[in-house]
């Protein structure tokens, strides 16, 4: 799955990144493909990404591989997807919304050419 590559290549990149320091949320994501499932967690206060997922996180996004890519190459926006049913949220939607400061540590040009030259 695309999500894969990509979650491998933020890992090797999620230390150097800044985020604010009251972030103590997990985001967990559930990506379908085939009638397969990948699961990640990005965890912003220790600085990890947990291929599997974890125990009880703040949130859970569920979509499919291609509608998460698009998401993370800007092709689509998470109201979007949310408002037609093609991503799903578990968990608390106040929460979910500060995924998107995390998402900004990793939108300069630099860091964004080193994911996209994983994919």
Not at 5 to 27: H, N, V, Y
Request: include cysteine; hydrophobic fraction near 40%; proline fraction near 2%.
């Amino acid at each position: 799955m695309q999500c894969d590559k990509f979650f491998e290549a933020m890992s090797k990149l999620i230390g150097e990144q800044e985020f604010e320091d009251d972030l103590d949320s997990t985001f967990q994501f559930e990506i379908t493909k085939d009638g397969k499932t990948s699961i990640w967690t990005i965890d912003p206060a220790n600085k990890k990404i947990v291929k599997g997922g974890v125990d009880d996180p703040t949130c859970t996004f569920a979509m499919s591989d291609d509608d998460f890519m698009k998401l993370m190459t800007k092709e689509a926006q998470a109201a979007e997807l949310f408002m037609t049913g093609k991503l799903k949220l578990d968990g608390d939607m106040g929460e979910a919304m500060k995924f998107q400061s995390v998402m900004e540590g990793f939108d300069d040009d630099e860091v964004r050419a080193k994911l996209q030259s994983k994919l």
